[in-house]
């Protein structure tokens, strides 16, 4: 159970901001899934709670000029919502391999996020997106590109005062294909050894342009840049595919860790980029 000295569940996020801006210090509760197993191993100590879960301006979905996500939708309601599975099949696909259905409708998008943990599921499919963040604070709104997000291991570019509101998602042209694989020891309810992200737009055999997102491999989710440059505008072949493969395993920056060794995740990387970049081809080649 979770104690606090102080614990506040505001209905509205204004309250939440005008609480959150006296007492800066103050732990946000979203989900929650990762903040009990660090509460239950000892990891952090929190005297004072802000519980969001009844803010419900946070909790949504909307299908606009680009796609909205409210912080506080949770991985379940992405995994099967029409609108995602629609517009980013990658999104949901990475929601659907994210822990147990009990974890995914528990856990939220926003919290998935901020916990900033190399591995999180939603990262590199909003990374590859071009997604945004809108946090607020007191002040106002701020504009945080996915991309400038990510800071560290735990840490993000939210400045203190400030809520992660939504993440906001332009959307992919129809000729676009994506793919989210991810290995990991278990094939559920495990936290990624390797995940890979990808984005493809072909013109026949030509690749016009690729987005290659990497989790698990580096301090923060990462762009597979020399990968990616290796690939556009070349034509196609498993042969491309293969050096392509071994350039984002090189250019990865994996770590030793209880669950795996980095020469180990570097393999890996190279198996899934290789993976995923063969099955968008082929599914490419037959529509």
Not at 37 to 53: G, P
Not at 204 to 219: H, I, K, N, S
Request: proline share 5%; glycine share 6%; charged share 25%.
């Amino acid at each position: 159970m979770v104690q606090a000295e102080i614990y506040f569940r505001p209905k509205s996020l204004e309250k939440a901001l005008n609480y959150l801006d006296e007492h800066k210090d103050a732990t946000l509760w979203a989900g929650g899934t990762d903040l009990v197993v660090k509460l239950e191993h000892k990891k952090v100590r929190v005297s004072q709670i802000i519980d969001l879960k009844s803010v419900n301006e946070l909790n949504f979905i909307e299908d606009a000029d680009q796609i909205r996500i409210g912080a506080l939708t949770t991985i379940h309601d992405i995994e099967v919502s029409p609108v995602i599975k629609r517009e980013f099949p990658l999104l949901a696909e990475a929601a659907h391999v994210l822990g147990s259905w009990q974890v995914r409708t528990l856990a939220t998008v926003g919290g998935n996020l901020v916990t900033a943990a190399p591995s999180v599921e939603t990262a590199t499919p909003i990374l590859i997106l071009g997604g945004t963040m809108i946090a607020q604070s007191k002040n106002g709104d701020r504009i945080i590109p996915a991309k400038h997000f990510f800071k560290g291991p735990g840490k993000t570019a939210l400045i203190p005062g400030e809520i992660l509101k939504e993440i906001q998602l332009p959307r992919l042209p129809l000729d676009y294909q994506s793919i989210y694989l991810k290995e990991s020891l278990r094939r559920s309810m495990d936290i990624a050894l390797v995940s890979v992200a990808c984005v493809l737009k072909l013109d026949g055999d030509r690749c016009q342009e690729v987005r290659l997102g990497l989790g698990a491999v580096a301090p923060v989710p990462m762009r597979a840049i020399k990968s990616e440059e290796s690939l556009t505008e070349q034509i196609m072949s498993a042969e491309l595919i293969e050096k392509a493969a071994k350039i984002a395993a090189d250019e990865c920056q994996p770590i030793d860790d209880i669950r795996a060794n980095a020469s180990y995740r570097r393999e890996l990387v190279q198996v899934l980029v290789k993976r995923a970049l063969t099955s968008l081809w082929k599914a490419g080649a037959k529509s």
